[in-house]
């Protein structure tokens, strides 16, 4: 359980970062110029700067977007202790992370940043146990939550839903490949 909270504590100290130590760029304040060193920018990585599709993960736009992704990771960690280990945790954080970036970077030009396409990843893999299951409560709990975050999402020109669907629809799949061809990043209880 400690390490969801150093885990959360990390992502808040990025978030604060650049509030306390100054960073120069472009013309920008502190808060733009560090986001911006790390963000999902397409002219970069096609520049070759493909660290950017792992550092995005981990910033946010504001403390809005911080506390509530670090709320729903929080929520789905607890959720996801009886599916599967740490490791398990962590390998489909990251897999859907950098997926939901690699979806973002082919669909959608502008920038951006936020750990939404992992957090996605782990819905994809919560939903993929549910189903294994047979669980239809929380089948449908993982079905809403995702309808109503994309419906914002379409909403919201700002929110990536392609972030949101390649981390989805990788955390799905990662949970099932994971599952069958590599079980003992997993321990889940059927």
């Known amino acids: 359980m400690n390490v969801i909270y150093a885990f959360i504590a990390f992502n808040t ?7 306390l130590v100054f960073f120069k760029g472009e013309g920008y304040d502190s808060a733009t110029s560090f986001l911006a060193m ?5 002219v970069k990585i096609r520049d070759g700067e493909f660290y950017r599709l792992f550092t995005s993960i981990f910033l946010h736009v504001n403390i809005l977007h911080l506390v509530f992704n670090m709320y729903v990771l929080w929520s789905l960690f607890l959720q996801t202790q009886s599916l599967f280990s740490l490791p398990g945790f962590f390998a489909l954080y990251f897999i859907s992370g950098i997926a939901g970036s690699i979806a973002s970077f082919f669909a959608n030009p502008n920038p951006s940043v936020g750990a939404s396409g992992a957090i996605f990843g782990l819905i994809g893999s919560v939903l993929f146990f549910a189903l294994l299951q047979g669980n239809p409560d929380l089948i449908m709990n993982m079905l809403v939550t995702v309808a109503i975050n994309f419906f914002i999402g379409f909403q919201l020109k700002q929110v990536d839903n392609a972030a949101h669907l390649g981390g989805f629809v990788t955390g799905f ?3 099932a490949f994971l599952t069958f061809f590599a079980p003992q990043f997993l321990f889940f209880f059927l």
């Open 173 to 175: 799949a990662a949970a």
């Open 38 to 42: 790390g963000e999902k920018s397409n």
């Open 13 to 19: 100290f990025l978030f604060f970062l650049p509030r």
